[in-house]
């Protein structure tokens, strides 16, 4: 690692354990090494093993609040927006959805494979099905409530729901051309 990389958290953060998904306290003084900054947030490494911390406790590396981020927590901006929601908004929102393990967003993953956006009483839902890499990742529901959130910020939408399924089973094929670039497939 790259010493720009290396941090000591300035305070606890709750964090999520790689790639089992479960949730602890990282303390404060534990020296940690940023190997992603991805989708806003953060995968570090350190004595414990691999963690994912919110682009919200940025500050505790150090760190500013990726912009990313920073649109999730501002929330929907419905009540400046009338009309149903821009799919292409949808889309870009998923695109900044990261599996912490892997440099790529989920949609040129290909994991994403449809959204709908349902309009009942003027309101906006949106239901989103993907898959994982692999069946067990204890990241995904993780990577799913990250998904949940980012749509939900997007203006015009009312809520959201996201879903794992198996079916078709994912494959490398599934990955965008700009994906399998950047994993250095093609």
């Known amino acids: 690692m790259s010493a720009n990389n290396q941090r000591v958290l300035s305070r606890d953060v709750e964090a999520t354990v790689i790639p089992a998904g479960d949730k602890v306290t990282l303390p404060a003084g534990s020296k940690v090494d ?21 682009g919200a406790d940025a500050e505790a590396l150090g760190e500013e609040l990726p912009e ?55 309101q906006y839902h949106v239901s989103v099905q993907m898959t994982l890499t692999a069946p067990g990742c204890g990241m995904g529901p993780a990577i799913a409530e990250d998904a949940k959130g980012r749509v939900e910020s997007v203006p015009g939408v009312t809520s959201a729901q996201v879903d794992i399924v198996w079916d078709p089973p994912w494959t490398q094929d599934m990955i965008s051309e700009e994906g399998k670039m950047e994993l250095g497939l093609i």
């Open 34 to 54: 940023i190997t992603h900054r991805l989708g806003g947030n953060f995968t570090v490494v350190c004595d414990y093993g691999m963690f994912r911390i919110l």
């Open 68 to 122: 990313t981020a920073a649109q999730a927590e501002a929330g929907s901006a419905a009540g400046d927006h009338s009309g149903p929601p821009a799919e292409d908004a949808i889309w870009e929102a998923l695109k900044s959805v990261y599996d912490p393990e892997i440099p790529v967003n989920i949609v040129d993953l290909g994991l994403v494979y449809s959204m709908e956006i349902m309009e009942e009483a003027e």
